[in-house]
């Protein structure tokens, strides 16, 4: 009885619905061997569920099978020839098993002779086979490219969203639920200054759930989620981004925070109050840490917190740990060297205050000049560089990577301009509101949990420095104004160190 070995390969749908399934090539490999006095002693299946890499495995066993065997074998069989090779390099494999190894090439529903005529058929046929698999690739990515270019994604919408069909097509929606959590992580880290860690312990505090499957909210995905563009209503193809034609879930402004704060790798630090690379080392300017230390006393387990450069252990570093109720002090310090108690004092330094915005509302009306310019040019830009791309000047991944580069600072500046048109209308108001809250620094410090005080500590420092054991602090404006307004020529610009309150008369 004659022996071969059989391939039978399925690579997509829709051939499957044109007749060409695994089971109807198994019935007709099967029926064309016992037609021959023959039996089927392997049969290797692709189907069109396999991966790349699992349908290159499958077809490596076959040829090795047949090589090791080639003496046993009396054919290799397959449906078509295209069921045999999809490219040219499996076919030139499978016509070395019939010259070399002496295993005749068998197709069942194309049969050709082992001859120069035959051997140009099928070379043919595989030709045919190899250019349609081909242009087949070229006009799927032509279309997904085109689909991007549309605004829609190609694929499975991200979290957040949800595939629906409209009208024949393949649309996004959101999908409520998992689009508030999305809303919900960036909020969290953007605005209440929690780590991803802290992101992760607070979504299960709230009992939000990821998915049915895995209630609990993985970590990755959650600086995945900070990180993707989508989120701002834009569309990633091939390492690029494409303005897309989604809703957006989260503002410019709340993405541009979180991208600043992950640009300053605030992804994993202990939650305290100068923890989470508030600080940085005057002596190396790596981050200052925080550290929680539980000691046993008289009254039981007690807990204190320490700060320390996180480099702090490399040789010549000072090795220099700072209570936490020392920089408590220094700043309840501060706050009191800015409380004024003299009425008269105070409505001076108002008077000094709304003088100075009208210099500010007139910064500010030059700096919106400065910025519609910058927005007119980069509109130029824009108009140009699309001018390029319909002319084939450029090509098509520079004109997504500069038209994303122009999309982003134009976004920059509509955001720059908002901020300005709210100042020019706000400042003089702003001012007056600013000095009462310096003069409640205190109080409202004493009563607030770590989460309030980092926000009284964003509102009224720009940044701070660890200079051995002391804080130096660039103060926000216009709470710079109150500290030139309040402290001595010992200061160094808008750095405040430990300074002496200036009498009435030198304040006049």
């Known amino acids: 009885m004659k022996q071969y070995v059989a391939l039978a390969r399925v690579s997509s749908r829709e051939q499957e619905r044109e007749g060409f399934s695994l089971d109807i090539q198994e019935d007709a490999l099967k029926r064309f061997a016992k037609s021959h ?41 397959v449906y078509k020839v295209d069921r045999a090779a999809r490219n040219l390099f499996d076919f030139v494999e499978i016509e070395r098993l019939e010259s070399e190894y002496d295993v005749p090439f068998l197709c069942v529903s194309q049969p050709t002779e082992n001859n120069p005529a035959g051997r140009m058929m099928r070379r043919t046929l595989a030709n045919m086979a190899s250019f349609y698999t081909e242009q087949q690739s070229v006009d799927v990515r032509e279309g997904l490219a085109r689909r991007v270019r549309e605004g829609w994604f190609i694929g499975l919408a991200p979290y957040g969203y949800k595939n629906v ?40 505090v709230e009992n939000r759930v990821w998915r049915k499957s895995t209630p609990k909210f993985p970590r990755s995905s959650i600086h995945n989620i900070l990180r993707d563009r989508a ?31 992950l640009g300053n790798q605030n992804y994993s630090s202990h ?50 740990r700072i209570p936490e109720a020392d920089f408590d002090r220094q700043i309840l310090a501060l ?3 800015m409380r004024i108690e003299n009425e008269e004092i105070r409505e001076w330094f108002r008077a000094v205050l709304r003088s100075q915005t009208k210099d500010l509302q007139a910064e500010s009306l030059a700096q919106r000049q400065e910025l519609q310019r910058q927005q007119t040019l980069l509109v130029e830009q824009q108009d140009r560089l699309l001018n390029l791309r319909l002319s084939d000047d450029v090509g098509q991944a520079v004109y997504a990577r500069k038209s ?7 976004a920059s500046i509509k955001l720059q301009l908002d901020a300005v048109d709210r100042s020019h209308d706000e400042t003089a108001e702003l001012a007056a509101k600013v000095f009462e809250l310096s003069q409640t620094l205190r109080e409202k410090w004493l009563t607030a949990d770590c989460d309030e005080k980092r926000r009284i500590l964003e509102i009224v420092c720009l940044n701070y420095t660890l200079d051995d054991v002391t804080l130096v602090l660039a103060m926000r404006k216009p709470f710079d104004v109150l500290a030139e307004g309040l402290f001595s020529e010992k ?5 405040i160190r430990t300074c002496d309150l200036l009498t009435p008369s030198q304040a006049r």
């Open 335 to 337: 706050f009191d060297k």
């Open 404 to 410: 994303t580069e122009i999309r982003d600072r134009l």
């Open 37 to 77: 006095e023959g039996k089927i002693v392997r049969l290797f299946k692709i189907a069109e569920t396999a991966s790349k890499t699992d349908e290159r495995k499958t077809f490596r066993e076959l040829i090795s099978f047949a090589k090791k065997h080639c003496m046993e074998l009396d054919g290799l069989l």
């Open 271 to 320: 939650l305290t109050t100068y923890g989470s690379e508030l600080i940085r080392c005057g002596h190396c300017g790596h981050p200052v840490t925080g550290e929680v230390k539980t000691k046993l006393t008289q009254s039981g387990l007690r807990s204190y917190v320490y700060y320390r450069c996180a480099r702090y252990t490399k040789p010549g570093h000072p090795r220099t």
């Open 165 to 204: 069909r409209k009208e024949g097509r393949g649309m996004v929606d959101i999908d409520p639920g998992p689009a508030e959590n999305v809303r919900r992580i960036f909020h969290l880290y953007a605005y209440e200054n929690l780590t991803i860690d802290g992101v992760t312990a607070r979504m299960q």
């Open 491 to 495: 200061s160094r610009d808008d750095r």
């Open 231 to 261: 989120y701002i209503g834009e569309i990633e193809h091939k390492g690029e981004w494409y303005p897309g034609k989604h809703e957006p879930l989260i503002d410019r402004a709340t993405w541009d925070r979180v991208q600043t704060l």
